[in-house]
T-cell receptor, first 114, second 112 residues
């Protein structure tokens, strides 16, 4: 009865490289959400996806960031040409459906940019 | 814009006492509220939720109170234990909007 699985747990990249963060939702969950957290702050919404569809990307930066949730496989958050300001913890959550259901979180990927 | 804020950033409580963590929200359209607990190095863990048609909900050792008149939410933890030490976040969303808006968190420290 696995929860939300994220990998890698820690990721180090140099400026200009690409970062790929993966998220496998809980079994039976078809809604995935990505959030970003800076130290000592709350989580900030980035994007909400269902299988093969981006539903709400209002929290995603317009450039360099993209997300997908393919029919098969995990959801991917991709950051191209990373900069120091991208250093943060990125959390994925899932829910069985929308409409005011609790979102269950993974333990995050801590991204460090050198 | 929407915001969810907390009255106190830190709270220290004697072991065995009750803890009360407060949260204010500004979006009148908010209709679903969740409390999360986050331990160091981990993701937020669901504690309890409440919908806007309720003003109180109880779980195991926890109670959430919702006052829509003043847009205030509180989490009460009974007989706090060392394992309750963590950062607690309130979060909300409004009907038709799936994203959660989080507060900045309250760090709860249990004094042995």
């Amino acid at each position: 009865n696995a929860g939300v699985m994220q990998n890698p747990r820690h990721l180090v990249r140099r400026r200009g490289q690409e970062a790929r963060l993966r998220c496998s939702p809980m079994k039976g969950h078809s809604h995935v959400y990505w959030y970003r957290q800076l130290p000592e702050e709350g989580l900030k919404f980035m994007v909400y996806l269902q299988k093969e569809n981006i539903i709400d990307e209002s929290g995603m930066p317009k450039e360099r960031f993209s997300a997908e949730f393919p029919k098969e496989g995990p959801s991917i958050l991709r950051i191209q040409q990373v900069v120091r300001g991208d250093s943060a913890a990125y959390f994925c959550a899932s829910s069985p459906d929308g409409g005011g259901q609790p979102q269950h979180f993974g333990d995050g990927t801590r991204l460090s940019i050198l | 814009g929407e915001s969810v804020g907390l009255h106190l950033p830190t709270l220290s409580v004697q072991e065995g006492d009750n803890s009360i963590i407060n949260c204010a929200y500004s979006n009148s359209a908010s209709d679903y509220f969740i409390w999360y607990k986050q331990e160091s190095g981990k993701g937020p863990q669901f504690i309890i939720d409440i919908r806007s048609n309720m003003d109180k909900r109880q779980g195991q050792r926890v109670t959430v109170l919702l006052n829509k008149t003043v847009k205030h939410l509180s989490l009460q933890i009974a007989a706090t234990q060392p394992g309750d030490s963590a950062v607690y976040f309130c979060a909300e969303n409004s009907g038709g909007n799936e994203k959660l808006t989080f507060g900045t968190g309250t760090r709860l420290t249990i004094i042995p």
